[in-house]
């Protein structure tokens, strides 16, 4: 292990002409650490992490990324080529909605795939092994390999793309509300997949939710957001038992209790 | 004869040859780069080859043959309307023999006649984007092409294997030119793949509607994609043409009847007929349905000329015993 950051985030902000996505968030993120952002909708948890996987281009501010070889890259001053070969090779997008971040017209094995075909993989059969080890990794039967994500329920989508983001062995994975519209049960086994994974492969991870239970099972740290700025940081389980922010105090006592 | 007076040379005026052959210009430059163009309005449909028509009326001039087909015929009626309209517009001569031609231009075929150093083959494209069914947006394509993140067109091929067993795309077989950019080469059938590369020819592609032209050099690396344990390869017929009992063409089902009759015949229609009436052949002018049954035996030869002189014979003989 070393004791860099995988990712070191410095006083990014992102402005909409004059409305304010995210405001001066500075933060690093280590080697399998997985961070929470919290916030209610509109408080700039997305435009944060479009800024930071290069989908948007920050007003102003850095990030800089540790690549394989151990070197620190400025992410907004690295070439368009160079971030999408970044983005389908060492990180991750799992969208909220499925559908956005799978291809909805090929079969579940080519979703899977893809990513191999893209970084040069060409032997059939070595990319359908590979796309029955993920399918089951994620619980998908294998006999469904060939069915379109569109014969898929939603936790199945959602299971689905994570597959497809992981079979390149990415170091960083963002999530934007990844149990997003799933009933609960889903939700539970969907959560406990992706512990699993990430505690399995040492993955770093962004997460980004509204929901308070999903950011205290999966993540270590935590930044909590209103109107576009952190208002408080800090380990998840001292966050929640102890906000200190009026604005987390609101929110962590707004949870419904059942 | 005065009603040539009444267009320019070759119909398009000077300006937009000139335009079109700076666009096939930057394309030979980069081999598949699609060139964007002014496409103009031409006496025609769009899908009727307007594309192709320009890019000859361009390049045409008045020394030069021409020789237009459509799937490989000379006599239907979008191959005789375009050699029509440049004999009338350019007063060129026109031909259909392929080694004789100096500009071809082709709706979906490449001859099976080997092209040579000097020939043109202008190709008619429907639809110039080999990642157009895969991702729909251009803006997105272009980009692909620019980054060369071309893993999009594996995944076509993937899902061919996967639910076909095999590569089960017959047409427009995306190739890789210089190995740089990805090519959709028209709906030609994959069978003429390998006749695009290296060939002497020079290759120019015209998309009308689509406004794109883009070009293959002469001696250009074109390799069709395919998978290490799924090779490329073409279409194999287990019978020859029943008109000109040539193998390794390209053969077209012919229906005869209203009853299942049916035959296969070249579709290079100059080919079949030259070897037809080749004084040296043996051969006959034209036999009819049921001849491919008795072919069937015949041991498989590689050049065409031994099977000229030497089978014909065995397969009538075989027949009659039938």
């Known amino acids: ?258 | 004869m005065t009603d040539i007076a009444t267009y320019n040379f070759a119909y398009l005026d000077e300006q937009t040859k000139r335009m079109i052959r700076r666009a096939i210009l930057k394309g030979i430059a980069i081999p598949d780069y699609q060139v964007p163009f002014a496409s103009r309005e031409m006496p025609m449909p769009y899908g009727w080859g307007t594309g192709g028509v320009q890019v000859t009326a361009s390049i045409i001039g008045p020394d030069d043959v021409l020789k237009v087909i459509d799937q490989g015929a000379d006599d239907t009626t979008n191959a005789v309307s375009i050699r029509a309209f440049f004999k009338k517009v350019a007063n060129v001569a026109v031909t259909t023999d392929t080694a004789s031609a100096t500009i071809i231009q082709t709706r979906h075929r490449i001859p099976e006649h080997p092209l040579k150093t000097g020939q043109v083959l202008v190709y008619q494209v429907p639809i110039p984007e080999p990642l157009r069914f895969l991702e729909p947006r251009e803006t997105e394509t272009r980009k692909m092409h620019a980054l060369e993140e071309y893993g999009l067109m594996h995944v076509k091929l993937y899902e061919d294997i996967a639910k076909h067993g095999r590569i089960a795309t017959t047409y427009a077989y995306p190739v890789k030119v210089e190995g740089r950019y990805v090519m959709d080469p028209s709906p030609t059938p994959k069978f003429d793949n390998p006749k695009m590369h290296r060939s002497p020819a020079l290759q120019l592609f015209g998309a009308g509607r689509e406004k794109r032209i883009y070009a293959v050099p002469p001696f250009t690396e074109v390799v069709s994609l395919d998978f290490e344990d799924h090779p490329f390869e073409v279409q194999t017929f287990d019978q020859p043409c029943a008109l000109c009992a040539a193998e390794n063409v390209y053969l077209d089902e012919v229906i005869l009847d209203d009853h299942g009759g049916h035959m296969f015949v070249c579709s290079d229609t100059d080919h079949c007929e030259k070897r037809r009436n080749a004084p040296t052949s043996p051969l006959w002018g034209g036999r009819a349905e049921g001849a491919g049954g008795g072919l069937d035996q015949s041991t498989p030869h590689s050049t065409p000329t031994p099977a000229l002189r030497a089978d014909p014979p065995h397969k009538e003989e075989g027949k009659e015993k039938q």
């Open chain 1, 1 to 258: 292990m070393t004791d860099e950051p995988l990712l070191r985030v410095s006083a990014l902000s992102k402005f909409y002409g004059s409305r304010v996505g995210c405001d001066n968030v500075s933060f690093d993120l280590w080697p399998g650490e997985v961070l929470a952002v919290v916030g209610e909708s509109g408080s700039g948890k997305t435009t944060l992490l479009n800024c930071l996987s290069t989908r948007l281009l920050p007003s102003s501010g850095t990030a800089s990324y540790r690549m394989r070889d151990g070197q620190f890259r400025e992410l907004y001053r690295m070439s368009e080529a160079e971030r999408r070969f970044l983005m389908r090779t060492d990180w991750g997008f799992v969208h909220q909605n499925p559908a956005d971040g799978l291809r909805m017209t090929v079969s579940a094995g080519a979703n899977v795939g893809e990513r191999l075909m893209a970084v040069g993989d060409r032997h059939y059969g070595k990319i359908r092994a590979t796309a029955v080890d993920w399918l089951s990794r994620v619980e998908i039967d294998e006999d469904r390999i060939d069915d379109e994500p569109r014969a898929f329920s939603g936790g199945m989508r959602q299971r689905l793309q994570i597959a497809r983001n992981l079979v390149t062995g990415p170091r960083l994975v963002f999530m934007d509300e990844p149990t997003g519209g799933l009933d609960v049960s889903v939700q539970a086994r969907l959560l406990d997949l992706l512990r699993g994974l990430v505690t399995d492969l040492g993955l770093a991870a962004i997460v980004v939710t509204h929901d308070l239970a999903v950011a205290r099972l999966l993540s270590q740290r935590m930044m909590v957001m209103k109107d576009g700025r952190v208002v408080e940081s800090g380990l998840t389980d001292r966050v929640l038992d102890d906000p200190r922010a009026p604005y987390t105090q609101l929110l962590v006592s707004s949870i419904l209790q059942v």
